[in-house]
């Protein structure tokens, strides 16, 4: 028979397992991104996860996904930076999302 647990770490051990503490530091980044990428993109992104520092960011059109890499990254990367900390966010990076993928 197994010793008994500590509350505390049976609980630590729930949530590490289910994943629950990084969805909501998930969500955080989410809202974050949100205040950040303005009206203009938020209908057409979202986040997919944020992994060993890089954001992975879902973009509805190639001509967006452009767009953002091209004239936004920078500025969008140092006003997350502002915000949320660069320890978590190092890099973004803007993936068409298509419908294999809109799960996601």
């Not at 010793?3 to 051990?13: G, K, M, N, Q, T």
């Not at 989410?30 to 992994?51: D, K, N, P, Y």
């Not at 997350?80 to 996601?104: A, C, M, P, Q, W």
């Amino acid at each position: 028979m197994k010793e008994p647990v500590p509350l505390s770490e049976a609980l630590h051990d729930y949530i590490a397992k289910r994943g629950i503490a990084r969805s909501n530091g998930n969500t955080h980044i989410q809202s974050v991104w949100f205040e950040v990428c303005g009206e203009r993109f938020r209908t057409a992104t979202c986040i997919l996860r944020l992994h060993r520092g890089t954001l992975e960011i879902g973009v509805s059109t190639a001509a967006m996904l452009n767009e953002l890499n091209s004239f936004y990254y920078d500025i969008l990367l140092a006003e997350i930076h502002s915000r949320y900390g660069s320890d978590s966010v190092r890099e973004l990076r803007f993936l068409l999302k298509t419908r294999s993928n809109e799960g996601n």
